[in-house]
């Protein structure tokens, strides 16, 4: 019989954490993750498939619209304008809405298979991460989420602990 999936209702946070712990798992950076994370969790509370996007992006090259919006964020810029391939119509989206996190007013236009989406500083952004807000996230997306994330872990075996992993052989705390 085959699976069938529906909606999962979860908290902005524990699309945060999945999304960013799947990014990792992917072996994005530390700081990319955390910005695709709060963008998926911006696009679950706005009805979209923020986790599914997320995972999209991975495969992307995300780190040229992510150092935008932080040129934008530590005000060593007013204005960026970042342009994204046809293939990265994803990255737009999330890119706009992780502007939006960090307070940034923005333009985009698609024409010719190309996104250009322009970003000005604004004032410090309503959102505000760790909201608990409920969201509804398709199974089968959160499902590949939790695949990726699952990298993360050190297995608890023996043998991991024996190099290194969590207490080590005793846990005398």
């Known amino acids: 019989m085959a699976a069938s999936y529906g909606f999962v209702i979860c908290s902005q946070n524990e699309i945060v954490a999945v999304i960013y ?20 969790a911006l696009l679950c509370a706005e009805g ?3 986790v599914a996007l997320a995972i999209e992006s991975f495969d992307e090259d995300v780190a040229s ?14 204005e960026v304008t970042v342009v994204l391939e046809a293939a990265a119509d994803v990255l737009w989206a999330l890119g706009v809405l992780a502007g939006r996190a960090y307070g940034i007013t923005y333009h985009h236009e698609v024409a010719s298979g190309t ?11 309503a959102w505000i991460a760790g909201s608990t807000g409920a969201v509804e996230v398709a199974e089968a997306d959160l499902e590949r989420a939790h695949a990726l994330a699952h990298k993360t872990y050190v297995p608890a075996t023996e043998a991991s602990r024996i190099s290194g992993a969590g207490a080590g052989l005793t846990d005398n705390d």
């Open 65 to 78: 619209w992510c150092s935008a919006f932080d040129l934008l964020a530590c005000g060593s810029q007013t």
């Open 115 to 125: 996104a250009v989406v322009t970003c000005v500083a604004g004032a410090p952004a």
């Open 48 to 50: 979209k498939p923020g």
């Open 21 to 40: 712990k799947a990014a990792i798992g992917s072996g994005l950076a530390v700081g990319i993750a955390q910005d695709l994370a709060q963008a998926g």
